[in-house]
């Protein structure tokens, strides 16, 4: 049995920390309408995306590398005006590196994946990364499958779906589900006969939102990673969260069904969501990202207050934290670091591994000196996971920006251990926090004058302070600890 997917023959490891979206419209075509809300979650990758369209008769589809505005474009636009359709899913590329393969360039595979399913084709889109498959992959093999990747997790729901013993479409996706739950972190964008459907396991995001058409009735129904794009389309508004362990199926008229199928307990949330990943006008749980960072950096200033004459955000992500330490400290807060709009690429987390992070940073970055000189700085920083970025940071500010003190508050604990369920952190040789002390950290690395983390605790009072259960989040990068066991270490 062939599968309809396109990966390359090197590809080793998939979609991770992605950006999903669906839309199903009453009439007309959707596809102007999800480029938008794909473009506005760039955030979530930039290095490909893709979309396929359903017109009522097939699915068609098109994916490049690079960010949507660069893949859908003017210049391309005669190759991707062919996809038409009420029905349309799309995915933004974030991919993290297979252990096995980091010295080697980072490989990308292209969603959305083509499947097959009792003989009719349907496209999926995937957030998450996924592990211990090989008995899901063995078992698809045995049924007649042939796999193209011998990696990508994606491929084998594909190839679950297109083996699936159930006639009905939605029970075969409820098992499936079941027998996934154990093995990582997956929200799925679903385009098959028509329907647009969305499964979220829990760890990561996935929501749902509607547009008001001009005679006031529900022109289409949206699914997306993060409610904060929704205000991109004119009259759409944020309906709820897909909850953990639900499957949503949508229609041109809106809900058909939701199935609870999950059986966890806790949904396991990623907590990078809060602290890095997401944009700030995104909500979880019912509170804003922007909060959640206001609050911890509120959280830094009272547990490792600092004597500084201007609190400095790093941008981007750095300048909620800094509000929020800046109102507990009562120290100002300057912009004095000053990020270049009109690079290609906007987050340095999201660069391939074979890029230097401080390098580009560098060319991305200029200080304000007016705001620095002289003075004792605090600069707020969301996490250091290699600290490829906050020495050079550091560098400039006392070279360019004549910063008498630079002093730096870590609004989150020291990320000590990998991440196997969307994050681009597979071996803990390259965690700096897992091999040094904080002061190794500050001494040898940094070289900044102070550097101070927040505890985990202080993480998890961050999180009560909110109204919100620290016990329904993954810490895995701090603690260790996991909602999903990691693979096995190989001897």
């Not at 794909?38 to 359903?54: H, I, K, P, T, W």
């Not at 007649?144 to 083996?163: C, H, P, Q």
């Amino acid at each position: 049995m062939r599968p309809f997917i396109d990966i390359s023959p090197q590809t080793r490891k998939e979609a991770d920390m992605c950006g999903i979206i669906g839309l199903i419209k009453k009439t007309g075509d959707a596809i102007y309408d999800a480029l938008v809300l794909l473009s506005a979650e760039n955030n979530r990758g930039e290095q490909a995306c893709g979309v396929a369209a359903f017109d009522g008769r097939i699915i068609r589809r098109y994916c490049g590398l690079g960010k949507v505005s660069e893949v859908f474009g003017q210049r391309d636009q005669k190759k991707w005006s062919k996809l038409v359709g009420s029905a349309v899913i799309g995915h933004d590329l974030y991919s993290t590196n297979d252990p096995a393969a980091r010295n080697g360039p980072q490989s990308k595979t292209m969603h959305p994946l083509f499947f097959n399913f009792h003989g009719r084709r349907g496209a999926i889109g995937h957030n998450g990364n996924l592990v211990r498959l090989d008995g899901l992959r063995s078992r698809a093999e045995r049924a007649g499958y042939n796999f193209r990747s011998k990696i990508s997790d994606t491929e084998v729901i594909v190839a679950m779906l297109s083996t699936a013993p159930e006639k009905d479409f939605l029970e075969a996706l409820v098992r499936i589900s079941r027998e996934l739950e154990d093995k990582g972190a997956f929200s799925l964008v679903i385009l098959f006969r028509g329907k647009l459907i969305g499964i979220r396991c829990g760890i990561r995001p996935l929501c749902i939102g509607k547009k008001i058409g001009r005679s006031g009735d529900s022109d289409s129904y949206i699914l997306a990673s993060e409610s904060c794009v929704f205000p991109a389309l004119e009259a759409t508004r944020f309906l709820r969260e897909v909850a953990p362990g639900e499957l949503v199926m949508l229609g041109p008229g809106g809900y058909e069904r939701s199935i609870k199928w999950g059986t966890r307990k806790r949904p396991g949330f990623c907590v990078c969501e809060f602290l890095y990943s997401a944009r700030p006008a995104s909500c979880f749980f019912g509170v804003s990202v922007s909060d959640f960072r206001y609050r911890a950096g509120q959280m830094s200033a009272r547990k490792h207050p600092v004597r500084a004459d201007v609190i400095v955000p790093i941008p981007n992500s750095g300048r909620h934290y800094s509000d929020g330490f800046s109102s507990e400290s009562k120290i100002p807060t300057r912009e004095a670091i000053e990020k270049s709009h009109y690079d290609i690429r906007n987050r340095s987390f999201m660069e391939e591994r074979e890029v230097n992070r401080g390098e580009t940073q560098r060319r991305r970055l200029q200080v304000i000196r007016s705001a620095m000189d002289g003075k004792s700085v605090c600069g707020t920083e969301d996490t250091v996971f290699r600290a490829s970025v906050a020495p050079m940071v550091v560098r400039m500010a006392r070279e360019h920006g004549n910063a008498r003190e630079f002093h730096l508050r870590i609004c989150s604990p020291p990320a000590c251990f990998t991440c196997h369920l969307g994050l681009d952190t597979s071996t803990k040789e390259e965690l700096v926090a897992s091999n040094m002390t904080v002061e190794e950290i500050r001494d040898r690395i940094i070289h900044s004058d102070s550097l101070e983390y927040l505890t985990i605790e202080e993480l998890r009072e961050v999180i009560r302070w909110l109204g919100l259960d620290p016990d329904d989040f993954c810490l895995g990068c701090f603690t260790g600890e996991y909602p999903v066991d990691p693979p096995a270490k190989k001897q």
